[in-house]
């Protein structure tokens, strides 16, 4: 990996990681749904106005595919991450968002796109029970509502894996602002629906609204565009190494700005994912990857 794409790496886990600090502190009177369309929306008229400024062309991509990877990599995942943050805590969400390199490896294996190996099976397993640690430790009573946001983090990550791959099969060579845009705007169109149903409670305060301006513009417009221009140069299984670097921001951040406490039985839970990670994706099991680069 060049050193760039390792800084831009670093800077993307970064982004990721601060986005489950700045959800939980919009989401109370918009709800999952009302967040992620707002976010939605800030991203698209951002990336938008970038690409009227640069005159980037069209994707060149069918609009089925187009909508496919708008609902994959941010209608779900950014609804049910948000739920995931609200029914448990920064700290948790970004944990369990963790497991992204799990489902990558899992669905490409589902795809013929991989062989499995024990090395593998036994990093899928570690990387779960890191999970489970951290969850357990966070909530020790684990209440419906804590199991809710546990499913929910693992729903909005099992899509944002398989988005990696779609969009690594059917958008190679595409403009990278213009996927972005795209996506962005089909998330908004597809969540307007369910915003009619799950109306906001109430009118975000002022700190709340600079808060979703900072979630749209940093932590959906421009990671969105890192997301995919690390898609492109790396490859959707090498670019899931983010999700090392989201727990570990995302405690940090969680920590800094919300007082989340972090004990040590967090910390070993986080060090079970990231031994579980290193198992399933250093060079030995890379090896038996078949290629990610289709289409």
Avoid: D
């Avoid at 307007?192 to 959906?220: D, K």
């Avoid at 700005?257 to 031994?275: N, T």
Wanted: proline fraction near 5%; charged fraction near 10%.
């Amino acid at each position: 990996m060049k050193p760039r794409q390792l800084f831009l790496l670093l800077i993307c886990g970064a982004i990721f990681g601060s986005s489950y600090v700045l959800v939980k502190e919009a989401i109370g009177p918009l709800g999952a749904v009302g967040l992620a369309a707002v976010r939605t929306a800030i991203g698209t008229l951002v990336l938008a106005l970038v690409c009227r400024i640069r005159r980037v062309g069209p994707s060149g991509v069918a609009v089925r595919h187009t909508v496919v990877l708008g609902i994959l990599s941010a209608t779900i995942p950014y609804t049910f991450l948000s739920l995931s943050t609200q029914l448990t805590n920064a700290g948790t969400a970004s944990v369990v968002n963790s497991t992204v390199p799990v489902f990558t490896l899992v669905i490409a294996i589902g795809l013929g796109l991989a062989r499995p190996t024990g090395r593998s099976w036994w990093g899928l397993g570690i990387s779960l029970l890191g999970v489970a640690t951290v969850a357990q430790q966070r909530q020790p009573h684990l209440t419906p509502g804590f199991f809710m946001g546990i499913l929910a983090g693992l729903i909005g990550s099992a899509s944002f894996a398989y988005s990696a791959i779609y969009a690594r099969k059917y958008f190679s060579g595409a403009p990278i602002l213009r996927v972005a845009l795209s996506q962005q705007l089909v998330s908004v169109i597809t969540l307007l629906p369910f915003t009619l149903l799950f109306r906001p409670t109430a009118v975000p305060s002022g700190s709340q609204l600079l808060v979703l301006i900072a979630l749209g513009v940093i932590s959906t417009a421009l990671a969105q565009v890192l997301f995919f221009w690390l898609i492109s140069e790396l490859g959707a299984v090498r670019t899931s190494y983010v999700t090392y670097l989201v727990p570990l921001f995302g405690v940090l951040w969680g920590w800094l700005f919300l007082g989340e406490p972090v004990s040590m039985i967090s910390y070993i839970g986080m060090i079970f994912v990231m031994i579980g990670l290193w198992l399933l994706l250093t060079p030995k099991t890379e090896l038996k990857v078949i290629s990610l680069r289709t289409g």
